[in-house]
Structures are given as C-alpha cells and as structure tokens.
C-alpha cells in the first residue's frame, strides 16, 4: 500500500495545485494528508489533492506529501479514526501514525504580461448587449505565449471563437464570457465526432484544434482559468439548431419512417450537428480551473483524439438541457477531472470511444482516465458509453460523491457496439446504484461483428443508496446492483469484484443475468 501514487503538479505563476493516486488497497478511511512546504506544515487535507497559494513566480518549491492516519482496527476490521466514517458505524483511534511520504519538486510558472480584452486595441464591452466575436477573436489571435489574456468583470455577449496553441485565458471573478443563442453565430460548421460518428457540427463556443483521427495532437498547452463563467445560449440555442437542422434534413427523416424509433426521441438527429461549450480535438496539454461551465447546447466539456487534459475545481452546470453532459472524454487518454460539482441535464461524467462501425474501424480507445473528489448534484451520474466501440480501459475512479444522481456508475453499450470496457476500479464512494448493462437507445447503424466485453472491474469500499432521483428531481426506488450481460455465448459480463460494499437499508437488491466470475463481499 502506498496512499501516494503519480504526484503530479499543475502550476501558474503564484500557485501550485498537487494531486495524486491512492492505491486499489489503500483503505482511506485511516488517512487524512498533511503538507509542507520548505519545512512548514501548511495545511491538511483529507482528498488526493491541495492548491497551495501565495507562492513566488518562477521559483522552485519543495512539498513534502505525508499520509497520516490512527492505527489499531475496531470489532468491523476498519482502521480506527475517532469519527463517524459515514457507512453505518463509529470507530475510535490510537495512534499516530504516518503510513507514507513522499517529496515533490516543482518550478512555479513566468509572470505574464496581462492583456486586457476591454482595453486597446480590442475594446471589448462587458454590458451583456454587445457583440464581441470580433474583438475576442482578434484578441486570441494577437495572444502570444508571453500574453495572458484577461476578462474583468462583466458579461461578454459572443459567438464562437478558436483558440490556438499556446495561449492563457483568465477570467476574473464575475466575468461571464456569454455565448449567444443564435445558430448563426456558431458558422461555419467544423469537422467534429458527435454519439460516437464523425460529422459537421456547428461550432462550439471555444474550439481548439482541428479533427483527425489518424493524427496526433495539433493544439497544445492551452490554460483556461480563473473564477468566472463560460456560458452559452442552453436550451434556447439548442432546439434553434434543432429546428434549423430539421429543415435541412427534411427529406432524410421522412424517409426514415418507422426507423426513427431507433433512436432517442425525434430530436435525436438533428441534434447531432449542436455546438458544445468547450471543444477539443486533437489536443494536448489543456488545462481548466476554478470557472464555472454551463449550458452548452448539447455537452460542456468535449475531448476528442486528445490526450493530457486537465479539468478541476469547476462547476458544471447544463440543468434543464436536454442531452446536456457535464465532462465527455472521447477517444482520449490520461484525461484527469477532479474537484468538481455537477448539476448536469445527463450524465456529470461520459467516458465514451466511437460507435459501430467507424468506431471499431478508427479503434482508437479511451484509457487512463482518474476521476476523484467529484459530487453530483443532478445529473445522471458517471457513464461509461454507451459509445464504446474503440473501447476503454484503465479508468480510476474515487471519493466521489453522486448520492443526487439517476446513476451511480453505469456500464453501458448495445449489441451493435463491439469493442470492450474492461480495467475499471472505483473506490470510496457514494452512489445510487451500479449498473452493467445492454441499452436500447442510439441503436442506428451497421453493427460490429461481435457483442462489446465487459469484465475485468473492482468496486471496494461503496456505499450503495438503492434510491435514484430522476432529472425532473423525483426519487424512486433502483436496484442497487444490476449486472445483465449480452445474450450470445462468450460475452457474459466477467471478472467484476465487489469488495466492503455496504448497502443502505431497504436498497440491497442486486440483479444478474448472463455473468460469470462474479465475487462479492458485501457487509
């Protein structure tokens, strides 16, 4: 056991935000995490990260990490901590004792040269009536490695904007960088990947590199932060592009007929071409702190075929918008949320591949993705899929909180899919429910010439609630466990463990159908 894995640092010129693994093993409850700095404790935390504050611009720092906790075990087995865990039961401690420490070495960034948008030459106008794409856009293009550039106060009315390599973009407290709800403010479309295909979508509010799927990254360290909003036009843009989108594809839906009932609801194709909040495709290195994210028209946060994308300390809010997603890795690797509240209109968290056929043909996977100290105020949860035909892989997730949520965990794929979801460990959280299961809904298309697998997955030290609020807010009785794997020999759901799962009282019912190697231990 070691309670301090993978150290990392994500640094500006006068902070240092530190973060780190704990390992599958390692039993939290025994831990809290204190921090020095140059010999000096200071603080304490009680979750795998910290933002250290006040620090020196271009100037090497020593942090020493240690993770301290009580030992002696109560009559459950649980390392004593002289407090309520929150799972049922009360222990009392002994004494002290520092299970790990580690040491981490980091240089905080270059003092930039801050560029004020609302000054020359861009004069952009904070008065939430004015248009200012242009101004922005210009602003962006200007802004150089040495340029952070800087939103005061106010409320930016804009249409989309592309960002390029290189940049820094810091939005001050109560600084609203505010998209429109007119389509024709996110034109001309660009080459995106929506439900898993490839196609032209209207443009997000902020775009950052360039589609291909048989390249690497072409956008690269890119920094958005501060303590304002970036916003767009929400449910009001969204069924703008729907309509729009209808017109246009007039034809092909009415040549659909009945086959329409393969899909969602009615909205479903049109609404493939809606903008995101956030895009990035073919990126690498991009960082996102301290703002809060809300209403995209369809998902906030999009990553497609990008790798290194950092997202904390956010708010994420998509209420009320239909197929609104909070944060959707897609096609990409070592993608890192934490720190992070949701109050999303669909799922807080979407891992997602690609989808039959193009998805099993481009077989590019997500992998390597840590989610942790995440909560869910309303939402559906965090999913994997149900676009998973690249497949994913080595997803860790932990201390997350998503007891508001229609979903815990939820594994998910249609038959057509193929591909796999398998190396998934989730730890030390509170969920309503986990799901392993076959879904009926975005079934169009060619199918893959096999069922998706799904095996190989831990779950330790849940709290399961058996209780699911809805979107609309209302609370119902779930299953607490559901296992259903695919009805064809060979792709039974397989290797999934449950260990220390505690079950709230009348929300214990586990169901299972078509699994093999299933291990329990439940308390």
């Not at 930039?112 to 904070?126: L, M």
């Not at 210009?138 to 409320?155: E, I, K, M, N, Q």
């Not at 209207?202 to 970036?230: E, F, P, Q």
């Not at 039974?492 to 019912?509: K, L, P, Q, S, V």
Request: glycine share 10%; net charge negative.
């Amino acid at each position: 056991m070691s309670y301090l894995q993978n150290i990392q640092s994500a640094v500006t010129a006068d902070t240092a935000t530190l973060y780190w693994e704990r390992g599958l093993e390692d039993n939290p409850y025994c831990v809290h995490y204190e921090v020095w700095l140059s010999g000096v404790q200071q603080t304490e935390v009680t979750k795998t990260h910290v933002t250290l504050e006040g620090l020196q611009p271009d100037t090497e720092y020593t942090v020493k990490i240690e993770a301290v906790g009580l030992v002696g075990l109560n009559e459950y087995g649980y390392p004593d901590l002289g407090f309520d865990t929150g799972l049922g039961f009360r222990v009392g401690g002994t004494e002290v004792k520092v299970f790990a420490s580690e040491t981490v070495r980091f240089r905080t960034a270059v003092r930039k040269r801050r560029v004020d948008v609302t000054q020359a030459p861009y004069f952009a106008k904070g008065d939430g009536v004015s248009m200012n794409t242009a101004a922005i856009q210009r602003a962006f293009d200007d802004c150089t490695a040495a340029d952070a550039l800087y939103f005061p106060a106010g409320v930016y009315l804009t249409g989309a904007l592309r960002l390029h390599s290189d940049m820094e973009i810091y939005l001050d407290e109560n600084a609203v960088l505010q998209g429109t709800a007119n389509p024709l403010d996110y034109l001309p479309k660009i080459p995106s990947r929506f439900e898993g295909t490839e196609m032209e979508c209207y443009a997000s509010l902020l775009n950052m590199g360039t589609l291909d799927h048989t390249a690497g990254a072409n956008c690269r360290n890119v920094l958005i932060h501060g303590k304002g909003t970036i916003a767009s036009g929400g449910q009001e843009l969204a069924f703008a592009v729907i309509q729009v989108e209808r017109e246009r594809l007039k034809d092909y839906l009415e040549q659909l007929g009945e086959g329409i009932k393969e899909y969602e609801n009615d909205h479903t194709i049109p609404g493939r071409a809606r903008p995101r909040l956030i895009n990035m495709s073919n990126c690498s290195n991009v960082r996102i702190s301290g703002l809060t994210l809300q209403n995209g028209a369809s998902w906030n946060v999009h990553m497609i075929y990008s790798d290194h994308i950092l997202t904390y300390n956010c708010t994420i809010r998509s209420e009320n918008v239909w197929n609104g997603d909070g944060w959707d890795p897609d096609s990409s690797e070592d993608c890192t949320l934490f720190g992070c509240v949701f109050y999303t209109g669909d799922d807080s968290v979407a891992v997602k591949s690609g989808k039959n056929p193009e998805g099993n043909r481009i077989n590019r996977p997500t992998r390597h993705i840590r989610i942790f100290d995440c909560t869910c105020m309303a939402g559906q949860g965090i999913t994997l899929g149900s676009e998973m035909s690249g497949g994913i892989e080595d997803v860790r997730i932990w201390d997350c909180d998503m007891s508001n949520g229609k979903y815990g965990v939820e594994i998910k794929g249609t038959k057509k899919r193929g591909g796999y979801v398998r190396d998934i460990h989730v730890s030390d959280c509170t969920l309503p429910n986990i799901q392993f299961h076959a879904v009926g809904y975005n079934d169009d298309g060619e199918g893959a010439p096999t069922p998706p697998e799904f095996s190989d997955c831990s779950f330790r030290r849940i709290h399961l609630l058996g209780v699911c609020r809805s979107l609309e807010g209302e609370y119902q009785d779930c299953d607490s466990i559901e296992l259903a794997g695919f009805d064809e020999p060979g792709y039974e759901i397989r290797r999934i463990r449950f260990e220390d799962i505690t079950m709230a009282d009348g929300g214990g019912r586990i169901s299972m159908w078509r699994c093999k190697d299933i291990d329990f231990k439940i308390q």
